[in-house]
Structure formats: structure tokens, C-alpha cells
């Protein structure tokens, strides 16, 4: 069974999350998203409770959070608006006396090592983290905007777990992208029901503005599932005690194929949320308009926080170089 927050501690978590997060029924102040596309539209700041079909404020969110051993936040890389929350988040459960270990999809497992030798130095050096595990060469957005989950995680002591497959675990080369003993260790051995297939074939798809071939949509599928079967893998592990929360792509984190089947698989009946931060969209002003991103279905999460854009640029248009490189090489 779950180990829930004590009945005392539960009991303050409304007053403390108002306190970390913002007043009830209150979007997050104007003057605080960095975001610049979206500020005045009428869903920023809002949280949609996907089962419910309604709104509910910065204080319910944060209150229901706490009680769950995991907590799993999507996340668009380049958001500092997305990122903020997160950090936001991550304090409100601690403040509730949650310590939970916090995953980061960024970091791959072969960089845990670094990782543990960095803070066993300098226990509270968020910045510092950056250089021990090469992050100017890693591809990821800039530190600066992950730091301040980190330092929210350092200052309270929680353990930082790295959660992705190493890069040298994974390839291009189809069904081969992901070893067979690997496959078979992290349970993705078996084939997918084929709506589940075909609904991620076609997000891959869309999401590479059609630059993709079959044969590397099949591959890529193969990878998001070790990816999703890994870091899954590595929450129960790190959460076993304290329950943890994971950093990243929204995509990681839907409820109908990533992160949390995995984890129901590993640890049945875990009490497992998952809270996507979605950048809203110029005319659409109702939360379910949203689903479309995700396939034919509802949303798939348990719940959705709005914010602003980063910028109003077609990402097909701000890619287009790099999209046409992967189409000449499949």
C-alpha cells in the first residue's frame, strides 16, 4: 500500500499551497510568465481536472498532489514558464512534508555517477551540476531553465535520479533500435495493440511534420517505449520510500501509453498523477479543444495547467532544416 502524507501534515497543505502557489480560483499574475505569446488568452493560468470536465485552483491541485506517491510533470523543453511551475510544484509538496526523489528525463542513467560525485562535493551546487554532466553538449535547452528545479530539490535535500536510457542503449536500425534483452528486461518485448500503434505511429508522424519514414517511425516507437519503460523502471526504484517525481516531455507522461502504464505495471495501485503544461492556442478557448494535439481520444492526463507561448512560430517552419536532414537519412 501507498504511503500517504500524515493526516497533519495533509491538513496544512491547502494553507502552505496557497502561500507557494498563488490564491484560490487566481491565474497566475500577468506580469509573471515569461512567455510572451498568450498572456490575455482565457484559459492562461488555468487548470482543467480532466475526469471532473472542470476548473480547479493553484490550492486543490497542490492539495491533491500531495497524497500521491507519484507525481509526473509533462513539460514543453523550452518553457521557462513550464519549468517555473514545476519548481513551483515540487515546493508546494515539500512544503506539505512530501521529500520525494526527483527524476529528470535530461539526465541519462550513464550520468548518474557524475551526478552522485557532484553533490557528495557540493551538496547545494545547482549550477555546478551543469558542468559535471556536460549539459552545454547535450542538446537540451539552457540550464538556466532547468536550474531552479533543481536548487528547489538541492535546498531540501531530495535525491536527484537521472531517468533516461543511455544514448549508447539505442539506435536507429528498427526493430533493433533497443536490444533484445533490453526490451525483454523493461517488458516492451511484446507487441502493441494495434490502435496503440497506429495512435503513436500517427503522433510521430505529425510531430515530425511528415519527414518521417515508416521505417523510422517503427524504430522511434520502439525507443518511446524503452524510454517510457525506463524511466518508469527508475521511479519505482527511487520512489520505493519516499515517492518520487519526474521531469518531462509532455509526451512521457500521457496516461494511455507513456510513463504511467509502465508503472501501474511495475507497482500496481500506485497512486500516480500526471499533470501536462500546455501552451495555449490562439481561437481555442475550451480545454478539450486540446486533445487533438494527442491523437483521436481525451486528453490524457489527469490534469492540464495553461500557459503562455514561448513564441507563435509553426514548429514544422522552425525545424524545417533539421526535419529535412532526418528525411534524406531514412
Not at 67 to 78: C, I, M, S, T
Not at 95 to 113: C, K, L
Not at 270 to 298: I, K
Request: hydrophobic letters at 40%; one cysteine or more.
Amino acid at each position: 500500500m501507498d504511503r500517504q502524507c500524515p493526516r497533519a501534515i495533509c491538513s496544512v497543505t491547502l494553507v502552505t499551497a496557497s502561500l507557494l502557489i498563488g490564491p484560490a480560483h487566481a491565474n497566475t499574475p500577468v506580469e509573471k510568465w515569461q512567455g510572451t505569446v498568450g498572456r490575455d488568452h482565457p484559459l492562461t493560468g488555468q487548470i482543467w481536472d480532466v475526469a471532473a470536465g472542470r476548473f480547479i485552483d493553484h490550492t486543490t491541485l497542490a492539495a491533491r498532489l500531495a497524497r500521491n506517491r507519484f507525481l509526473l510533470l509533462g513539460e514543453k523543453h523550452d518553457s521557462p514558464d513550464h519549468h517555473r511551475l514545476q519548481a513551483q510544484l515540487l515546493r508546494a509538496l515539500i512544503a506539505a512534508g512530501r521529500h520525494p526523489a526527483v527524476g529528470f528525463e535530461m539526465f541519462d542513467t550513464d550520468q548518474q555517477g557524475a551526478i552522485d560525485r557532484h553533490l557528495d562535493a557540493a551538496r547545494t551546487d545547482a549550477a555546478g551540476l551543469a558542468d559535471a554532466v556536460n549539459w552545454d553538449r547535450s542538446g537540451w535547452p539552457d540550464w538556466s531553465l532547468y536550474q531552479p528545479i533543481v536548487e528547489v530539490a538541492l535546498d531540501a535535500r531530495l535525491p536527484i535520479v537521472a531517468m533516461n536510457l543511455s544514448p549508447r542503449m539505442v539506435s536507429r536500425e528498427g526493430a533493433s533500435s533497443v536490444e533484445a534483452g533490453l526490451r525483454a528486461r523493461l517488458g516492451i518485448d511484446r507487441p502493441l495493440a494495434r490502435d496503440t500503434h497506429e495512435a503513436m505511429a500517427a503522433e510521430i508522424r505529425d510531430s515530425h511534420c511528415g519527414y518521417a519514414s515508416d521505417a523510422l517511425i517503427e524504430s522511434m516507437i520502439t525507443v518511446q517505449r524503452a524510454r517510457d519503460a525506463q524511466m518508469a523502471e527508475r521511479l519505482a526504484a527511487a520512489g520505493k520510500e519516499r515517492g518520487a517525481v519526474l521531469i518531462a516531455g509532455v509526451g512521457h507522461v500521457r496516461t494511455d501509453w507513456g510513463v504511467p502504464v509502465y508503472l501501474e505495471t511495475r507497482l500496481p495501485g500506485s497512486t500516480v498523477t500526471s499533470v501536462a503544461l500546455l501552451e495555449v492556442e490562439s481561437g481555442e478557448t475550451e480545454p478539450a479543444a486540446y486533445a487533438s494535439q494527442f491523437g483521436d481520444g481525451p486528453l490524457p492526463f489527469d490534469y492540464v495547467w495553461f500557459t503562455p507561448r514561448v513564441d507563435d512560430v509553426d514548429p514544422c517552419e522552425k525545424f524545417r532544416m533539421q526535419l529535412k536532414e532526418l528525411g534524406k537519412k531514412n
